[in-house]
């Protein structure tokens, strides 16, 4: 085993790791991977990047990678759905894969279905089958979504002046609830995380799954239809009015993007237990927030005003999901660091100095400097 504490600028907490030093990150240059391979890097790991760069944006991370991690971070561009001689290479030549390539939205998912399967679901098989055709294959670390659960209409709800609550008092969602792919893009990712635990069990695959809530902070170049808390402060920012579905009652718990890659380290560490697992995960009841909340956390807290309309409700929103991360914590030892207060500073700080970069990629000419909050 090899002891490593890690630096004092960070608040994730000293972790003792295993052997394995080289991990492969489809989707690795979006928000969730660029945090992902600069936290591996920073520890000691190999880390090779696989993303078809079809996200607006994704240059600006490529390029905070090759500037910070010019020998620990290799980048390569290929599709999940188009590369399977690469994605075999990678499964023989790392200790990990983190897959994180795919359609990240409901919305576009119910205007192409069928792409959103492929992406999804048959890209999800086709690293699989590269692990699968390992002799030792590499621990699959899979991204699936709360929406595997549809609506959760099991769940009673109550609705108060700002937010949705649980009626019945419970803190947060467990695994054990009904699975419900409401949408395209749940059923595409449930279908895949399906696949992802049975690789384990059929072929002795070490995977794990997590059903990630809303994660958020740096690099995250929200849009309208995913990053939805990124997009709220970048609209703000911008000048561009926003669009609620719904009343803007919905509740979601944000987890600070640090937080789930400490996750993804306990999960490798600990994957004799971990291994065909399937874990909720989310900022918990504490980091729980609704939509007209944030709107007036940003005017007060943050100094971004926004302007709104409503539209109706989009096909599988939950009223509310928050995340029962006891599993994980049982499992694992893990649970959120940071608060949603501080995590929004960190995540609005971020945006601010790349504004005239974000800026440009909506194609709006920046008025005057956006003001810091206080």
């Known amino acids: ?14 972790i003792v790791f295993s052997m394995a030093k080289k991990i492969f990150i489809t989707g690795g240059v979006g928000f969730i991977g660029v945090n992902a391979a600069d936290h591996f890097a920073s520890r000691g790991w190999q880390v090779t990047v ?21 020998d620990a971070v290799t980048i390569i561009r290929g599709d999940v759905c188009k ?14 894969i983190l897959h994180l390539a795919g359609q990240v939205a409901v919305t576009t998912s119910v205007k192409e279905p069928m792409m959103d399967c492929e992406q999804n679901l048959l890209g999800t098989l086709h690293v699989l089958e590269a692990a699968r055709s390992v002799k030792n294959p590499p621990i699959v670390l899979f991204a699936s979504t709360n929406k595997v659960y549809g609506g959760l209409e099991s769940i009673p709800v ?10 019945d008092g419970r803190k947060g969602a467990t695994e054990e609830e009904p699975l ?8 595409s990712k449930g279908a895949a995380e399906q696949y992802v635990r049975d690789y384990a069990r059929i072929y002795g695959v070490p995977t794990v799954v997590f059903r990630q809530s809303c994660i958020y902070g740096p690099h995250q170049l929200g849009v309208e239809d995913q990053g939805w808390v990124a997009w709220f402060l970048i609209a703000s ?25 400490d996750l993804y380290i306990r999960a490798v560490n600990g994957i004799e237990k971990s291994s065909g697992q399937i874990y909720n995960i989310g900022g918990g009841n504490h980091n729980s927030i609704s939509l007209l909340e944030l709107l007036e956390h940003m005017e007060k ?5 926004s302007s709104w309309t409503f539209a109706p409700v989009r096909p599988g929103d939950q009223p509310i999901f928050i995340s029962d991360n006891s599993k994980a914590k049982a499992d694992l030892g893990w649970e959120p660091k940071m608060d949603l207060e501080h995590g929004l500073e960190e995540l609005c700080g971020w945006l601010k100095n790349h504004i005239a970069m974000i800026a440009k990629m909506y194609g709006v000419q920046l008025q005057k400097p956006v003001a810091t909050g206080q």
């Not at 002046?161 to 009626?167: G, T």
């Open 83 to 96: 590369d399977q001689k690469a994605l075999e290479h990678g499964a023989a030549t790392h200790d990990v």
């Open 158 to 167: 109550r609705e108060e002046e700002k937010r949705y609550v649980f009626a």
């Open 50 to 70: 696989f993303d078809n760069f079809s996200r607006r944006g994704v240059d600006i991370n490529a390029s905070f990678l090759k500037e910070k991690w010019p």
């Open 301 to 305: 807290k943050l100094g971004l005003p």
């Open 1 to 14: 085993m090899i002891g490593a504490t890690l630096p004092n600028n960070t608040f994730l907490s000293t």
């Open 180 to 187: 419900d792919f409401h949408s395209p893009y749940g059923c």
């Open 237 to 261: 920012m911008l000048k561009k009015p926003l669009q609620i579905y719904g009343n803007g009652k919905q509740v979601r718990d944000m987890l600070y993007v640090e937080d789930l890659v």
